[in-house]
């Protein structure tokens, strides 16, 4: 039987799914992005490099696997050719990528939209990466989008000069600069004719993955607690991040998952506006952020930093039917004195342990934590669970036992190898 592991993010995004993924891509025949776009940065350090993907799926570096960008995810064209570009002079063909004929199509209206969309919200603004990701879901949704297949098709012109001309009245609204049709219309249909050889029925290819027992990994973009039905709205991005978005952004049907491994990091960060009550405004959350380089890939914006949350993790668990864990960037905790994990919030005096579904209401949340002793030791070289220092351990089994899940495999460093698998899952 082929095997099928989903690998997606448990908090807020940045939790090293990119590096996980293409830690089991060794084993993997094709690895498959089914959400979002280029507002991911996936970094994936190997052999002394580092790579930061965006659109692209992790397992590219192989050209044996074949890495499918599902139809659940937008596509802007201009960033997949020079994603692919900058891999191509990496030394990786890039020959290995399949692009759903059902994915939507990102344009520059797109961009600008998100731009006006931000600045029109004031000091209520989402905070997003500003890569056109809310506006090109919003168009798919409004049913007014375009779609992998019709851009490369000969109709492309004529679709794009209505759709355009709607989407100018609406940047005019905002007082924004109309895109030109006569000037944009003829770099994307040269870039229709240049990704035509890309695209795919993915749908049919995962299908005879499937029948051919072939192994499949599917990566997550963003978090669950980003995610448009379950994240913290309005401060979400605007795609399914959790595993129901595995399975409608690919097309692989619902038995078509095996296992589904939640990426946690140890400590929690978020990118962006939004609640957060773990958050550390002080010199820890300073010391942490440097220590892991806590910096966003896409907009290089600094990482907002907080204790384990506790309470979203179990939600996360639920939401996504997390069956293991993979414990991230646990060497960054090395050196605390101690280190705190919230178990449940209280709100106006009353303790609660769900995660509220209003921001504003877990704006006023404010954690209660347990202590946990730290570890002062160095333990980027560790190889078992058994080398770890004591009370890292203790930290490990303590999660274990709050959220009734194995942690099956932790990470200790940025490289590829810097990962210990503790119980095999794909
Ligand atoms: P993704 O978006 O979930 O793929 O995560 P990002 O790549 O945006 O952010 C994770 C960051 O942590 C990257 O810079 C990784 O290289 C780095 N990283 C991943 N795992 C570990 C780890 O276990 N320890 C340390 N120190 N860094 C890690
Ligand atoms: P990866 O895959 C962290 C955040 C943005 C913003 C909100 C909406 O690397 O984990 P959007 O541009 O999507 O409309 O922004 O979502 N965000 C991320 N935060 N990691 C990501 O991706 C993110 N992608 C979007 O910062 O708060
Ligand atoms: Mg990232």
């Given at each position: 039987?082929?095997?099928?592991?989903?690998?997606?993010?448990?908090?807020?995004?940045?939790?090293?799914?990119?590096?996980?993924?293409?830690?089991?891509?060794?084993?993997?025949?094709?690895?498959?992005?089914?959400?979002?776009?280029?507002?991911?940065?996936?970094?994936?350090?190997?052999?002394?490099?580092?790579?930061?993907?965006?659109?692209?799926?992790?397992?590219?570096?192989?050209?044996?696997?074949?890495?499918?960008?599902?139809?659940?995810?937008?596509?802007?064209?201009?960033?997949?050719?020079?994603?692919?570009?900058?891999?191509?002079?990496?030394?990786?063909?890039?020959?290995?990528?399949?692009l759903?004929d059902?994915?939507?199509?990102?344009?520059?209206?797109?961009?600008?939209?998100?731009?006006?969309?931000?600045?029109?919200?004031?000091?209520?603004?989402?905070?997003?990466?500003?890569?056109?990701?809310?506006?090109?879901?919003?168009?798919?949704?409004?049913?007014?989008?375009?779609?992998m297949c019709?851009?490369i098709?000969?109709?492309?012109?004529?679709?794009?000069?209505?759709?355009?001309?709607?989407?100018?009245?609406?940047?005019?609204?905002?007082?924004?600069?109309?895109?030109?049709?006569?000037?944009?219309?003829?770099?994307?249909?040269?870039?229709?004719?240049?990704i035509r050889?890309y695209v795919f029925?993915?749908?049919?290819?995962?299908?005879?993955?499937?029948?051919?027992?072939?192994?499949?990994?599917?990566?997550?973009?963003?978090?669950?607690?980003?995610?448009?039905?379950?994240?913290?709205?309005?401060?979400?991005?605007?795609?399914?991040?959790?595993?129901?978005?595995?399975?409608?952004?690919?097309?692989?049907?619902?038995?078509?998952?095996?296992?589904?491994?939640?990426?946690?990091?140890?400590?929690?960060?978020?990118?962006?506006?939004?609640?957060?009550?773990?958050?550390?405004?002080?010199?820890?959350?300073?010391?942490?952020?440097?220590?892991?380089?806590?910096?966003?890939?896409?907009?290089?914006?600094?990482?907002?930093?907080?204790?384990?949350?506790?309470?979203?993790?179990?939600?996360?668990?639920?939401?996504?039917?997390?069956?293991?864990?993979?414990?991230?960037?646990?060497?960054?905790?090395?050196?605390?004195?101690?280190?705190?994990?919230?178990?449940?919030?209280?709100?106006?005096?009353?303790?609660?342990?769900?995660?509220?579904?209003?921001?504003?209401?877990?704006?006023?949340?404010?954690?209660?934590?347990?202590?946990?002793?730290?570890?002062?030791?160095?333990?980027?070289?560790?190889?078992?669970?058994?080398?770890?220092?004591?009370?890292?351990?203790?930290?490990?089994?303590?999660?274990?036992?709050?959220?009734?899940?194995?942690?099956?495999?932790?990470?200790?460093?940025?490289?590829?190898?810097?990962?210990?698998?503790?119980?095999?899952?794909?």
């Amino acid at each position: 039987m082929g095997k099928s592991l989903l690998i997606l993010g448990a908090q807020w995004g940045d939790e090293g799914k990119g590096k996980i993924t293409n830690y089991f891509s060794e084993k993997a025949d094709y690895v498959v992005r089914y959400q979002g776009g280029n507002n991911a940065g996936h970094t994936i350090v190997f052999d002394g490099k580092k790579y930061a993907l965006r659109l692209i799926p992790s397992g590219i570096f192989n050209p044996k696997i074949r890495c499918v960008m599902g139809n659940g995810m937008v596509i802007n064209p201009r960033a997949f050719f020079e994603e692919i570009e900058e891999l191509q002079k990496a030394g990786f063909s890039c020959s290995n990528l399949y692009l759903s004929d059902r994915a939507h199509v990102l344009f520059d209206h797109h961009l600008e939209l998100d731009r006006l969309n931000e600045e029109a919200l004031k000091e209520k603004k989402i905070g997003t990466t500003k890569k056109g990701i809310g506006p090109c879901y919003t168009d798919k949704v409004s049913r007014i989008g375009m779609r992998m297949c019709d851009f490369i098709s000969d109709d492309f012109p004529s679709l794009y000069k209505e759709l355009l001309k709607r989407k100018n009245q609406e940047i005019l609204s905002f007082n924004g600069t109309p895109i030109d049709y006569e000037k944009t219309v003829k770099e994307y249909s040269e870039m229709a004719k240049k990704i035509r050889p890309y695209v795919f029925d993915t749908i049919a290819l995962l299908k005879e993955a499937r029948k051919a027992q072939k192994n499949i990994l599917f990566e997550g973009a963003q978090g669950a607690l980003l995610d448009i039905d379950f994240g913290s709205y309005p401060y979400v991005t605007s795609s399914s991040v959790t595993s129901g978005g595995a399975i409608s952004g690919s097309g692989i049907g619902l038995k078509g998952i095996d296992e589904v491994l939640g990426i946690v990091k140890a400590y929690q960060t978020r990118v962006g506006e939004g609640a957060f009550p773990t958050e550390l405004k002080n010199e820890i959350g300073d010391l942490l952020r440097e220590r892991g380089h806590e910096y966003g890939t896409v907009t290089h914006r600094p990482r907002r930093i907080g204790y384990l949350d506790l309470v979203a993790l179990k939600y996360s668990i639920q939401i996504n039917g997390i069956s293991s864990i993979c414990l991230t960037l646990l060497d960054v905790l090395g050196g605390l004195k101690e280190i705190k994990v919230c178990t449940s919030y209280s709100y106006k005096g009353e303790k609660i342990s769900t995660l509220p579904a209003s921001n504003s209401v877990l704006k006023e949340c404010t954690p209660n934590y347990v202590s946990l002793k730290g570890f002062q030791e160095d333990i980027s070289k560790v190889k078992t669970f058994d080398e770890l220092p004591e009370n890292a351990k203790k930290y490990i089994e303590f999660l274990e036992k709050e959220l009734e899940i194995p942690v099956s495999v932790f990470s200790v460093g940025p490289d590829k190898y810097q990962t210990i698998v503790r119980k095999e899952i794909f």
